[in-house]
């Protein structure tokens, strides 16, 4: 019951899709996060189904490519989006660290997160503008392997003090979870296929270089940082998708 209720919790927070049962419990809190890669798991079984459905349709060219691209930030009510944008007003204006961490929770949006997100939603459409649909099953795992990763840093990695998970406990699971899920989210890829593997390989690596990247400017782990590398890390595989 428990895990039931865990899920819930990081469905209702980390996806824009109605929840039917909406609670909190902070007890729950580690378990929540440990499960976000079946959220992931979720939005990456809803991103393959639009990209079927585009294929069916004749692939709609720019459209289809516009709807590909959107899609996990919709489905994930555009959370991780915003974590993206925070961090790039943060590190881009090159200030020193206590400025660079105003700035991170600053409400205000920068010229610097415009910037950035007109940027990576250009790279993103041109990916799927140049995809081939038929390994739409390729998206699949993506989602739940760069999650996984991101339940795993925020227990790992030394928190900043504003964060919500500097005060959260770190039991064993909270770290075995996701990290079972993240296995699983590549055994999955290798069964679909080589394409399938590539595109979680280079989320992966993508999500990497974003999250310490961001965790070096900022010298602490936030869900803001959670959500730029997650953004980085599903553009790498959307770039991959183009590939494959």
């Not at 009510?77 to 993206?84: E, Q, S």
């Not at 795992?141 to 928190?159: E, F, G, H, K």
Request: proline letters at 5%; one cysteine or more; glycine letters at 8%.
């Amino acid at each position: 019951m428990k895990v039931l209720r865990a899920f819930l919790m990081s469905f209702s927070m980390f996806c824009s899709i109605p929840c039917p049962i909406r609670f909190w419990d902070e007890g729950l809190r580690p378990l929540m996060t440990a499960l976000l890669p079946l959220v992931g798991l979720v939005i990456g079984a809803l991103w393959a189904l639009l990209c079927w459905l585009c294929l069916r349709l004749g692939s709609l060219g720019l459209v289809g490519a516009a709807l590909l691209a959107a899609a996990p930030w919709v489905l994930s009510g555009f959370i991780h989006l915003d974590g993206f944008m925070d961090c790039c007003d943060g590190i881009l204006s090159r200030r020193n660290l206590d400025e660079r961490r105003r700035i991170l929770k600053d409400p205000h949006t920068g010229s610097f997160a415009v910037i950035s997100l007109a940027l990576i939603a250009m790279f993103t459409v041109a990916a799927f503008y140049e995809a081939d649909f038929q390994n739409y099953l390729a998206l699949l795992p993506v989602p739940a392997a760069t999650r996984a990763l991101s339940a795993i840093a925020v227990q790992r990695l030394p928190a900043m003090g504003h964060s919500q998970y500097a005060a959260t406990a770190h039991p064993a699971y909270a770290v075995a979870v996701p990290a079972a899920l993240l296995l699983g989210s590549a055994a999955l890829a290798a069964f679909i296929g080589v394409g399938a593997l590539i595109c979680v390989l280079t989320a992966v690596l993508g999500w990497c270089a974003a999250c310490f990247y961001a965790y070096g400017q900022f010298e602490g782990m936030s869900g803001d940082v959670s959500g730029y590398a997650i953004t980085l890390g599903e553009a790498a595989a959307a770039i991959a998708f183009a590939l494959i």
